[in-house]
């Protein structure tokens, strides 16, 4: 593309500016004007999300919990909808070579992404961006409402509260009915908040936020991934 590119240029400046067909200047060709080739849009973010979790410890109560329960937690956590990368919705999607927006398995970075049902537990309490005309936000449905009456948690209210948030089917897992996933366990979630709480008195939801990005989930952490945590 870029060459096609300089030999009209070249063809433009021999004609000169006398020519109704002469254009005074071309930006770069590509995505939003900028080059290719350029792989620091979304290396800092990525980075940022992918803080190492050799440092956190599953507690051996949650290895051990039935296959259900555990999607029962699962269903608690996770999100139909999550924020990604801000500058993955600058691209044209035109399969442009060397994107500096793709992925290096050739995949698309993209700014958002919907499911049908549950699908992430988000890395993040709440994301924004976007200008006023089109602003995205998006808050992480079980923290904003776990946190929604309180700036933190002792573990025993983080428990209490827990057990109360509503269990959505999500994809992923074993198949239950929401009677099923609405009925857990307190062992089950207090096996969770052994996780959440790493041995702490108490947790914020910008403690809750940074754990979660301790757990190698990237941009969100599928039902796969849940499971390859925990066990």
């Known amino acids: 593309?870029?060459?096609?590119?300089?030999?009209?240029?070249?063809?433009?400046?021999?004609?000169?500016?006398?020519?109704?067909?002469?254009?005074?200047?071309?930006?770069?060709?590509?995505?939003?004007?900028?080059?290719?080739?350029?792989?620091?849009?979304?290396?800092s973010f990525a980075t940022s999300l992918s803080v190492l979790s050799?440092?956190?410890?599953?507690?051996?109560?949650l290895r051990e919990l039935d296959l259900k329960e555990k999607a029962k937690i699962f269903g608690r956590l996770a999100d139909k909808y999550i924020l990604l990368d801000e500058s993955g919705g600058d691209c044209c999607y035109s399969g442009?070579?060397?994107?500096?927006?793709?992925d290096p398995d050739g995949s698309y970075r993209m700014a958002e992404m919907l499911a049908a049902r549950p699908k992430w537990?988000?890395?993040?309490?709440?994301?924004?961006?976007?200008?006023a005309s089109g602003l995205k936000d998006h808050s992480s449905r079980w923290l904003s409402t776990l946190f929604s009456e309180t700036p933190s948690h002792t573990k025993s209210t983080f428990?209490?509260?827990f057990m109360?948030?509503?269990?959505?089917?999500?994809?992923?897992?074993?198949?239950?009915?929401?009677?099923?996933?609405?009925d857990i366990s307190a062992t089950s979630v207090e096996s969770f908040a052994d996780l959440i709480f790493?041995?702490?008195?108490?947790?914020?939801?910008?403690?809750?936020?940074?754990?979660i990005q301790g757990w190698k989930g990237g941009e969100g952490l599928v039902w796969n991934d849940?499971?390859?945590?925990?066990e």
Not at 96 to 102: G, I, N
């Open 1 to 43: 593309m870029k060459s096609i590119a300089a030999q009209i240029l070249l063809l433009l400046s021999l004609l000169g500016s006398s020519s109704p067909f002469y254009v005074p200047h071309l930006s770069g060709v590509g995505c939003s004007g900028r080059g290719h080739g350029s792989k620091d849009v979304h290396s």
């Open 54 to 61: 050799d440092s956190i410890e599953v507690p051996t109560s």
């Open 164 to 182: 109360e948030l509503e269990y959505q089917q999500p994809l992923g897992g074993p198949y239950l009915s929401v009677p099923e996933g609405t």
């Open 226 to 230: 849940w499971i390859k945590l925990i």
């Open 159 to 161: 428990i209490s509260a």
């Open 121 to 131: 537990i988000v890395p993040y309490s709440r994301r924004s961006f976007g200008s």
């Open 198 to 211: 790493q041995g702490k008195e108490s947790m914020s939801v910008k403690q809750c936020e940074r754990i």
């Open 96 to 102: 442009c070579k060397d994107c500096e927006y793709r």
